[in-house]
């Protein structure tokens, strides 16, 4: 293996992460990049190294004498939006709160929250079957999040939305480096979360059914988690699945209008959504600005990386590599490998909340291919990084037996 040295790729710009993007464009350019180099280069954002290739991003993410969150977690990098327990946290310090949450996502949680998950799909899904014609992006992918997250926290409605679009704003500033705005609502977020914890604190909330109040009651080391660790866990948790569920949902709807074989497959053979669920994250995987920081000088990949430097997770490529998986720009129905895809993260911080996110897009599969046909009435619109995927998705909906 060539190693390069340490000046040799440092001034490189292999890719623009911030240049617009087609449904396609991107998957054909990280092709491309992670054939000439795996681990690629860009100098947006201040400069960093692009984890392209699916064993160098594991090698990173599970690798924690290596690579650290609690430095930056994110590319780009606001400094002023706090420490969020567990995500920028390393063991032994982030395993207090990951205990708790886990407690959250265990099967039969998820079983007992499956029915009200699918009201929430049912009656976000109707109207806009009814109506025929919608951007089921906005209307749909960008709404079930909240809604759910208002029920898995014990929240109002109106709250949650709030989240949702404090949130989604909140993601648009990032996009565009505003960091003034960026700075405005992070701290309208932890507002948000403050209020949260106030509720709890003033009423009789159950520690065994509401993952605030367990939070508040847990113990780490005799003593209760510090305040201000919990106040940043929450702010952590209210946000994370907002976003990238929204864009996933619209990158499904994207697939089966291209594809009515499969639509049509699916809906003859629902059995087999949950495959079709995992394949379509390991193609439409949205994470890409994910990152880990180098604790020393080291070598991935060949290449040369020094302590401090910023590595962009770039899931959206990795889960395409074709060295570990055939065909990798084909959809295939219960490909053997399936298991080995890493939408969701591995090892210390893999996505605690991936049960429920399974869920949703499952359900969401299984209620609009049994009430309708569907497909595209324009190109989709393209969130810009951190996030691959959606954001607008033009769509007509036949109602079956219409």
């Not at 704003?169 to 403050?194: C, F, N, P």
């Not at 880990?292 to 990949?301: E, I, L, M, N, Q």
């Not at 040369?304 to 129905?333: C, G, K």
């Not at 897009?361 to 569907?374: D, G, K, P, V, Y």
Request: net charge negative; charged share 25%; proline share 6%.
């Amino acid at each position: 293996m060539q190693i390069h040295t340490k000046d040799a790729r440092r001034s490189a710009h292999d890719f623009d992460a911030q240049l617009p993007e087609g449904f396609d464009d991107a998957h054909r350019r990280f092709a491309r990049l992670r054939a000439e180099n795996p681990v690629a280069r860009s100098q947006d954002f201040g400069g960093f190294w692009a984890m392209l290739g699916y064993e160098e991003l594991t090698e990173v993410i599970t690798d924690i004498d290596r690579f650290t969150t609690n430095k930056q977690n994110a590319i780009p990098k606001f400094a002023f939006t706090g420490v969020r327990p567990p995500l920028h946290l390393d063991p032994p310090q982030h395993t207090s709160y990951r205990r708790v949450i886990n407690h959250f996502f265990t099967p039969p949680k998820m079983r007992a929250l499956e029915p009200v998950v699918r009201r929430c799909v049912v009656e976000l899904l109707e109207p806009l079957i009814a109506e025929g014609t919608v951007d089921v992006a906005r209307a749909y992918a960008q709404k079930l999040p909240a809604h759910v997250f208002a029920e898995f926290f014990n929240l109002s409605v109106d709250t949650s939305l709030d989240i949702k679009a404090v949130s989604g704003t909140y993601v648009d500033a990032i996009q565009v480096l505003d960091h003034d705005t960026v700075k405005g609502l992070s701290k309208r977020l932890y507002e948000i979360a403050q209020a949260i914890i106030d509720e709890r604190k003033a009423g009789s909330f159950s520690a065994e059914e509401d993952l605030t109040q367990a939070l508040l009651e847990a113990e780490d080391d005799g003593g209760p988690l510090p305040d201000a660790m919990v106040l940043g866990c929450v702010r952590q948790l209210i946000v994370t699945g907002m976003v990238a569920p929204s864009v996933f949902i619209g990158n499904m709807f994207v697939h089966l209008s291209r594809d009515p074989e499969l639509q049509e497959h699916l809906r003859e053979h629902p059995e087999d959504i949950p495959a079709a669920v995992e394949e379509f994250l390991r193609l439409y995987n949205p994470y890409r600005g994910m990152a880990r920081t180098a604790r020393r000088d080291t070598v991935v990949g060949g290449q040369q990386i020094l302590a401090d430097d910023p590595i962009a997770l770039v899931y959206t490529a990795a889960n395409r590599d074709p060295r570990v998986f055939d065909d990798p720009d084909s959809f295939r129905l219960n490909r053997e490998n399936i298991s080995r895809h890493i939408s969701f993260g591995r090892g210390t911080h893999s996505c605690p909340g991936a049960p429920l996110a399974r869920m949703m897009f499952r359900i969401t599969l299984e209620e609009a291919l049994s009430r309708s046909r569907f497909d595209l009435t324009g190109d989709p619109g393209m969130a810009k990084w951190a996030e691959w995927g959606t954001n607008h998705v033009p769509l007509e909906f036949i109602a079956m037996g219409a």
